[in-house]
């Protein structure tokens, strides 16, 4: 269950990495940020939102987010700001006490995921508390107003009939070369996972869970233009929502369609709002970013489960460490049957499928 | 002297008759509507237009590849005139120049356009910003595109330059950076093809044959382009470009349409032979694909016209006679206008990655955007020929007497 080795790590604070790698890579930014002569905009903004006295506080907060740097190279105390910044920003907008966690990855952990699909009944409770959980949009007015990270894809049971037998192809010529006898498995169709149904599972469906698969070669790192995306060393691909430009390459890129677009600003109700964020995770976004799945950052640094795993009624999603052996995850790849999608396009997925 | 340049270039541009000046109000209104509607998606979002989750790239990003296209297909101007000394050629070169930096300012626009925030724009430059170079593609078309514009204008303006101070061209440095823009044009169409056809995850572009395809549509409708605007040019001024011109460019047009069009053709066999779950995105634009079937018009039209304009191509009558010659240019622009805008970038994406069929279709706020920024474009375009033109005929001249406009 313990996803951390580490389970003692101060929550509230930004502890230095043990990690060795991410110590010599901080060293090469601040060298490149001095040789660049510049001067640290977002520091300066920052101190300027935050000495204004003003009651428009809330715009002074936004203009100075405006200038902030890409969320990798800030310094512990930008960071700092930044994370003070948005919780003033965020409390007052929600009117809650809301809090923006920056805790970094530990050392030793590379985070997994497995999905038993023989288990999973299509109940799409998943869904619903991963939007709950990681603030998406909810508007029900306008269809980009719903953002949904998880899709449960319902897939219609294919079947061979006796009576197709004679339909061929090509039909009515007399040689038949291929047969028609079956009806086609696996369509999905627009808004097809968004179904509703009484009691599930349904007799003539099958369901296939697909959400962000948290590749170790992510093409959508690759294509983006701003580093705005990256993959944490902890494991799952993040997204730093401020510093996103909106140009949609890694919409394009991705091959499991695990990312979604703001394309308004998002709908969400203040009673409705989890004032539980990290940074990197599930914080409100705003209008013309795009957002996905980060296997709930918020929690998971914490030693907890993502709230899909949670919330799983037949305990088909399993989450932990892959670098211990003795974690759910490992023991699953060791023994089960796991295959990931599209694994012929090399981007590794840490999501994996398995049966019983 | 530079001042005078300015002056002198900016009041001949600005004297004009009543049809120079309904015409640039007349752009102006769209170039008002596109601001309008521009504010309206930076308040409300991009959910003013069509574009989704599902389809994220439309109406303006499928004009920014066609225009990329454009600015490449200046080349075929400046590439003989430089390359074979065509006489005709030579004479119209800059006039290419002044095309290319209009298509590739369209562009940038198409950019701000296609932008989810484009107030962030800024994080892509160098040093306050990050560029992740060289694993983006977009980062690599970013760079190929600033490059082209700054050689273009570097290229235009100092041709332009010496005309006007009747001093020589220095060729020690200007035929170099002349060649290295020729050579330029080939890469920023060939990269913004490597944008799209890099993408595993989107089976309809992922295939070698992109860059190429780009090539020689680009080829085809930019030089359609600049046929109908020298034709414009010879009815509305005194400057006269020269028959052989115009020849030599309709023929590239004609060969760069035709392999354009067998490329196409094989892309369809190749596809549909083995019609397995990758060739659906062109099928559904084919065909359409479970019932939907918008797009299905569009790429028809774009055979007609495109097959259509190569059979006039290729009978004389329609070669020699310069006014029968703008049907077929202009059934080449406005097919490959199509076939490499909505026709290519929208059907990427049906279905998705996942399986999931959706449409697509541009929003009013996308059609006005995309006029308002042609509109743009025009109204440079406007501006820089008759700025050029001034200066080849010598209107325009260092100590000569005051700019007098033409007609």
Not at chain 2, 45 to 54: K, N, R
Not at chain 2, 287 to 304: E, M
Not at chain 2, 365 to 370: C, D, F, K, S
Request: contains cysteine; hydrophobic residues 45%; positive net charge.
């Amino acid at each position: 269950m313990a996803l951390n080795e580490n389970p003692s790590a101060d929550p509230a604070g930004a502890p230095a990495s043990a990690d060795p790698d991410k110590a010599v890579l901080k060293t090469t930014r601040r060298d490149f940020l001095k040789a660049g002569g510049m001067l640290s905009m977002s520091s300066l903004m920052g101190t300027a939102a935050l000495m204004t006295q003003s009651d428009d506080a809330h715009a002074a907060v936004e203009w100075a987010e405006h200038f902030q740097k890409n969320y990798r190279l800030m310094t512990a105390e930008e960071k700092a700001e930044a994370k003070a910044r948005l919780e003033r920003r965020y409390s007052a907008e929600y009117g809650k006490q809301v809090t923006v966690d920056t805790t970094d990855a530990q050392p030793g952990v590379l985070m997994g995921y497995a999905l038993n699909i023989r288990k999973c009944i299509g109940c799409r409770r998943c869904v619903h508390a991963c939007v709950a959980e990681n603030n998406q949009s909810r508007g029900k007015e306008r269809a980009g107003e719903k953002i949904e990270w998880i899709q449960v894809l319902r897939m219609e049971r294919g079947k061979f009939e006796a009576e197709k037998m004679n339909h061929g192809y090509p039909e009515g010529l007399g040689i038949q070369v291929g047969g028609n006898a079956y009806t086609p498995a696996g369509l999905v169709l627009e808004g097809q996972y968004h179904y509703n149904p009484e009691k599930v599972p349904e007799e003539d469906a099958t369901y296939m869970p697909i959400a962000c698969m948290q590749c170790e070669k992510p093409p959508c790192v690759k294509v983006c233009p701003v580093r705005t995306t990256y993959r944490e060393p902890d494991g799952p691909v993040v997204i730093d929502y401020n510093w996103c430009i909106g140009c949609r390459m890694c919409m394009g890129a991705c091959p499991y369609w695990a990312r979604r677009l703001n394309v308004t600003n998002p709908v969400l109700p203040k009673e409705e709002m989890n004032p539980v964020t990290h940074y990197l995770g599930n914080r409100p976004r705003m209008r013309g970013v795009v957002e996905k799945c980060h296997w709930c950052l918020q929690r998971t640094r914490h030693g907890r489960y993502p709230a899909c795993v949670e919330v799983c009624p037949v305990g088909a999603r399993k989450f932990g460490n892959l670098l211990d052996p003795e974690s759910e995850v490992s023991k699953i790849l060791q023994r089960k049957n796991v295959f990931r999608l599209k694994a012929e396009l090399n981007t590794f997925p840490k999501f994996f499928y398995f049966y019983d | 002297m530079l001042t005078s340049f300015v002056s002198d270039y900016v009041r001949y541009v600005l004297k004009g008759g009543t049809k120079f000046y309904a015409w640039m109000g007349s752009l102006a209104v769209l170039i008002v509507g596109m601001l309008y509607v521009f504010y309206l998606q930076n308040t409300d979002g991009l959910i003013v237009t069509g574009m989704t989750s599902q389809i994220h790239d439309g109406l303006y990003f499928a004009n920014l590849v066609f225009l990329v296209g454009v600015a490449a297909g200046a080349v075929t101007i400046v590439f003989p005139a430089y390359g074979y000394h065509h006489e005709g050629m030579h004479k119209v070169a800059v006039l290419g120049e002044m095309l290319a930096i209009t298509a590739v300012t369209m562009v940038m626009m198409f950019v701000f356009a296609h932008m989810g925030r484009p107030d962030r724009l800024w994080h892509m430059i160098p040093i306050i910003g990050i560029y992740n170079f060289p694993h983006s593609m977009l980062g690599w078309d970013v760079l190929v595109l600033n490059g082209y514009l700054i050689l273009n204008f570097i290229c235009g303006f100092y041709y332009l330059w010496c005309k006007y101070a009747g001093i020589p061209i220095n060729r020690k440095w200007f035929i170099p950076v002349v060649w290295i823009a020729i050579v330029w044009a080939l890469s920023i169409h060939t990269v913004t093809a490597f944008l799209i056809s890099t993408m595993p995850a989107r089976p309809m572009w992922f295939h070698s044959m992109m860059p190429i395809r780009f090539i020689t549509t680009a080829f085809a409708a930019g030089p359609a382009l600049i046929i109908l605007i020298f034709l414009i040019i010879r009815k509305n001024t005194k400057f006269w470009v020269d028959d052989s011109a115009i020849k030599l460019l309709t023929t590239i047009v004609t060969w760069c349409l035709g392999i354009a069009i067998f490329l196409t053709l094989s892309e369809v066999v190749v596809e549909l032979y083995a019609r397995t779950e990758h060739a659906n995105g062109l099928y559904y634009l084919m065909f359409g694909l479970h019932g939907l079937t918008k797009l299905v018009p569009w790429f028809w039209s774009a055979v007609v016209l495109m097959v259509g304009a190569f059979i006039l191509f290729l009978i004389p009558r329609f070669r020699n006679d310069f006014k029968l010659l703008t049907i077929p240019c202009t059934m080449a622009f406005a097919g490959i206008w199509i076939e490499k805008g909505m026709g290519l970038i929208v059907p990427g994406f049906i279905p998705t990655p996942i399986g999931e069929v959706t449409e697509y279709y541009p929003s009013f706020v996308e059609v006005l955007l995309t006029l308002g920024i042609w509109a743009f474009g025009f109204f440079i375009l406007t501006i820089l020929l008759k700025g050029a033109i001034g200066i080849l005929l010598g209107d325009i001249k260092y100590g000569g007497a005051k700019a007098v406009a033409a007609k």
